[in-house]
């Protein structure tokens, strides 16, 4: 008895090992293919897909090719995604020309993607109102100490009617919205402003330093980039 079970040991590992040649010509461990099974999940229908409703829920309407990581690890599969806006999804197909799909990446810690160079990762983060949360975020910069994250997102507004000639009516709409997060040595993202207010206190050098190099640098804070300019010189001066 003892035996057989060692066996069937030796037999299960040589099956898990097993090299195979995917649709793509590559090379992949049996195990990864597996795992890209596994990560595929059913989206739930929403019901805010009237097409009255002005915007999207996208950023980008279009399916991507994308590269696919579990725990660092390529997957080596042919697919194509896209960042769902309003839901906090990543739908994926293996037809880029379609315009709809009923399946999603799982959201896992260990699972992240990159889209036409940008990357995805679902992680633990902290909003301005103190709260955690989980949600993708999007790696704008790695640094030495500091990493900066955005998240975009797209919010559903209810329309409404005008109740006076002096009104105005809206229709039921997406709107846009960008936040930011940044994460120090490795710890939770906080979520930061795009002022200089926020990044002083936060970073917490010395203010002459952050005014100096947005001074130099004529920053604004219109956009991200302003704050990863910043975020550039301080991770290479500490």
């Known amino acids: 008895m003892k035996y057989f079970f060692y066996s069937f040991f030796i037999l299960s590992n040589c099956i898990l ?38 915007g999207s829920k996208y950023f980008d309407e279009k399916f991507k090719p994308a590269v696919v990581k579990y725990f660092g690890k390529d997957l080596n599969q042919n697919i194509f995604l ?22 999603i990446l799982m959201k896992n810690i260990n699972i992240s993607c990159q889209i036409e160079g940008e990357k995805y990762i679902y992680t633990n983060y902290i909003d301005e109102n103190n709260y955690r949360k989980k949600g993708y975020l999007i790696e704008l910069f790695a640094g030495k100490k ?8 797209k919010i559903f507004m209810e329309g409404s009617n005008a109740k006076t000639s002096l009104e105005r009516s809206f229709p039921p709409r997406f709107v846009e919205k960008h936040k930011y997060f940044i994460s120090k040595n ?46 550039i010189e301080v991770d290479n001066i500490q």
């Open 186 to 231: 490795n710890t939770t993202k906080k979520e930061i402003k795009l002022n200089k207010k926020s990044i002083i206190d936060f970073l917490g050098v010395e203010e002459e330093l952050i005014k100096k190099i947005i001074k130099e640098r004529k920053l604004k804070f219109k956009q991200s980039l302003d704050l990863k300019i910043i975020l």
């Open 82 to 103: 896209r960042y769902n806006a309003y839901s906090d999804e990543i739908e994926f197909t293996n037809n880029p020309k379609t315009d709809s799909s009923d399946k």
């Open 17 to 54: 090992f097993a090299q195979n040649i995917g649709s793509n010509g590559v090379k992949s461990d049996s195990r990864i293919n597996d795992l890209f099974e596994l990560i595929k999940n059913r989206v739930s229908k929403n019901s805010k897909s009237n097409l009255k409703i002005k």
């Open 146 to 153: 500091y990493v900066l994250y955005e998240k975009k997102l």
